[in-house]
Structure formats: C-alpha cells, structure tokens
C-alpha cells in the first residue's frame, strides 16, 4: 500500500514491512485498480435451535445451560466442529448417567444454535425467554471451538467460578506432551500463569462473539468457556490463521492441531465437569470472595489508566473514591457471606435455598437495564466486550468508553461530567449488589 504509515503502533502487524494506509500503491504500481467480482446469493433463510433438556429431580425451576452453535462459514473444521462435536459427547456422557438410575438435582438444558449470522440463534432464544432465564437459569456454558490452537488450555469466564475450574482441572490429567503424569492444571499453570499471581494460571475476562453474549452481558447470567489455544508470547495472531476460511477443515485438526484428539477431549471433560457439579452441588460452588478481589483489580486498573490525565482530573473535580469504597464494602460483604456459608443448616431446605438464590443472582446485579451509551444491548456494569476489539472483554466498560480519547474531545467538561457519571454508576451497582449478600432478615 502507498499512502501515510499508520498513526501508532497498534496499526500495525508482525511482518517486516511498511504498513501504510492508503490510498493507493506504492512505486511502479501505483497507478494500478483492482476489480473485484463479488457474487453473493441473499435470501432468508429459517434457522433451527435444538433444545434439549434433563429435567431436575430436587429443584428442576434451576437451570444450568451448556449450548454451543452448529452452523460454519465454510467447512468449520474448528470453528464450531471442534465445539459441537465436544457438545455432543456430554450429552452422549449425560445419557449413559441417565441409563444407570443417576438423576441430576438440576435441569440441565442443551442449546444448539446457529450462530455465525449475528449471533441469532442464542440471542433470540435468550430474548424470547429472558424472563424465565433471569429467574431460574444457575450458570451458561459455553461450547464453541474447543481448539484455536494446541499449546495451552484457556479460560474465560465470570471471576467466581475461578475457583471451581481450578479444582475440576486438577483432576483431569493433561494431554500436553511432556506432561503425561500431571494434570491439566500443572500443564496450563506451567505454560499460561496470571499476570496477578504466578501462583495460578490465567483466566480471561469474558469479551464476546460467541453464544453466551445474550445470557452473560444482556440477562446477567454467570457464564465461562473453554478451549485449548496457542503460545499467546509467539503466536501474535488474533485468532488462528485460518480462521473462517476453506482451509478450516478436519483434515486440518486431524493432522496438525490435535492429531490424537486428546486435547478436545480435555475440554469436553472439563465443560463436562463444570455442567455435572453446577447441577448436582447442593450449594453452588461459587467462589463471591474471587469477585472481590476482581473488582479491587479492576478497580485500581481503571484508576492507574485515568492518571495518565492527572491535572484534567484536579480541574474537573473527577475522583474514584466512592468506586473504591463500593469495592471495599463489597469485600467485606462477601467475607461475611462466606463466613455464614460455612455455618449453613444442609437438612433445612429453605436455608440452602435462599443461600443458593443469594449466590445465583449475584451476577444479576451487575446488570443496568438502561445498558451502555451506544451499546444498550450490553447491560453488564462489569463486563463487556471492548469498544474497540468485540472479541475482548473489558471491566468497568462505562468509565473506559467515557475516557477514551478523552484528550481530543471538543467539550472536555462534558466528557469529564460523562466520566464521573459512570464512576458514579459503577460505585453504586457495585455497592447495591453487595447488599444482595447480606444476611436475609
């Protein structure tokens, strides 16, 4: 390309090359048109999702979701095969306990869906029956590509879930090569840890482009996903190279990325895992104390990224305490939550019940029903996917889209109203949910 190099660094790629702009080529060619001939067929089309469920025997008013869409942009080697197909063996898994006498305390629903147009088959499902969802559903498990690449195991999902997958992989054996007498947890600790703490391994923030967009960011439903990866520190492509193309076969998976399927069987042990614990715990194993220590990170994140604007902050009176003391006031409330979880009466129903309910709809709390500006769809105070990369997650997206730019704005004490606007949105979501935890009277 000819034209002016990009404005940062950010524009550009991994190649040792000029990555300019536009318009236009550069030297002999420079004078040269492409013309392309595009033949797309339009029509509509009716899309099926296929719901199937297992009826709960102790409290079958709570739902735990494991869907995953069926639909490809070409062959979908990976992209869904390799998730449908991991779909398909739970069920298979959940049939043959069926078979034996087992009955899940839970329902458990299985959602097939078409995805790749916009999202459709999850959204319109999740829309027609929000209200059900919102009062019954317990968690929503994700089942898309169970491989985008064969290097680490990754997760992404809501903070107080940490815990339980932490615990499920330490009894799943890894399938890495060198790792044949650990488990996948050691594999994926040794090979992807957290950038907060060495001690355990990374867990990413949910973005979006997958099924779990309408019950995680719209209805506030706790969610999480699962997939082996690549080397995130030499692998710098956003997603893997043949993403949606016709290259994207099962010759591809079969003999380059998971050639003895160990790894999507990885995954499906632990999505697997994850479904059969969320239905048949009898209290939920949510970890709210991992929120909290989220939320303090997320936090001073987003306060360390509002200093690069220091005097802008002194001259409009900008300031993160009430955020701050929200999060500290939810710490504490969830301290204390736990503290009274420990003491539960399990022989008196009603006590699990309401101790279960306070854990399940805390996601819910999160939600603001007016949604983001410019973006009402995504309603999560918490969690949505970045403004500028819809695959990301991004926490505390208000105040990050108000400060975004901030320095080139017209109005800058507009900008900066907008900005403690949404500090104070947050401050107060966050401090609202945390009264969701405390003790019933």
């Not at 208000?398 to 109203?417: H, L, Q, T, V, Y």
Request: aromatic residues 12%.
């Amino acid at each position: 390309m000819g034209g002016p190099a990009p404005p940062d660094k950010s524009w550009k790629g991994s190649l040792n090359m000029n990555y300019d702009i536009g318009p236009g080529f550069t030297g002999n060619d420079s004078f040269r048109k492409i013309r392309m001939h595009v033949h797309n067929f339009n029509k509509i089309t009716r899309i099926y999702n296929v719901i199937g469920t297992i009826r709960g025997s102790v409290e079958p008013d709570r739902y735990v979701i494991l869907g995953g869409h069926r639909d490809a942009w070409v062959f979908g080697g990976i992209d869904p095969t390799s998730g449908a197909a991991v779909l398909q063996e739970i069920v298979q898994s959940f049939g043959k306990l069926l078979s034996r006498g087992w009955r899940p305390r839970r329902t458990i629903i299985f959602a097939s869906e078409a995805e790749e147009f916009g999202l459709q088959g999850s959204t319109e499902w999740a829309e027609e029956n929000a209200k059900t969802l919102q009062e019954r559903s317990v968690a929503y498990i994700n089942s898309d590509s169970s491989i985008e690449g064969n290097y680490a195991l990754r997760v992404d999902c809501t903070p107080h879930l940490y815990q339980l997958v932490y615990k499920l992989t330490k009894e799943i054996s890894s399938p890495d090569d060198g790792f044949e007498s650990q488990s996948l947890y050691e594999s994926w600790l040794k090979k992807d840890p957290s950038p907060e703490n060495k001690d355990v391994p990374r867990i990413n923030k949910l973005g979006s482009g997958s099924d779990f967009e309408a019950y995680f960011q719209r209805l506030g439903i706790a969610s999480g996903r699962v997939r082996y990866t690549k080397n995130r520190k030499t692998d710098k492509c956003s997603s893997y190279p043949v993403y949606h193309t016709i290259y994207e076969t099962f010759e591809l998976v079969e003999n380059f990325y998971d050639p003895t399927f160990k790894k999507q069987l990885s995954v499906a042990q632990l999505q697997g895992a994850l479904a059969y614990e969320l239905v048949d715990s009898e209290i939920f194993p949510f970890n709210i104390q991992d929120y909290a220590k989220a939320l303090e990170n997320y936090a001073t994140n987003i306060y360390n990224l509002s200093k690069k604007h220091d005097q802008q902050l002194r001259d409009h009176a900008v300031s993160f305490d009430s955020l701050f003391s929200a999060v500290k006031n939810f710490s504490e409330t969830a301290s204390d939550f736990h503290r009274r979880l420990t003491q539960v009466d399990l022989n008196n129903p009603i006590a699990v019940r309401i101790m279960n309910d306070q854990l399940t709809l805390l996601e819910r709390a999160f939600i603001d029903p007016f949604g983001l500006p410019g973006r009402r769809f995504y309603r999560h105070i918490i969690f949505v996917p970045s403004s500028h990369n819809k695959y990301a997650g991004e926490s505390f997206p208000g105040i990050c889209d108000a400060m975004f730019d901030i320095e080139n704005k017209a109005d800058p004490r507009s900008a900066w109203s907008e900005v403690k606007k949404h500090i104070s949105i947050a401050a107060f979501t966050i401090q609202a949910t945390a009264g969701t935890l405390t003790e019933v009277v």
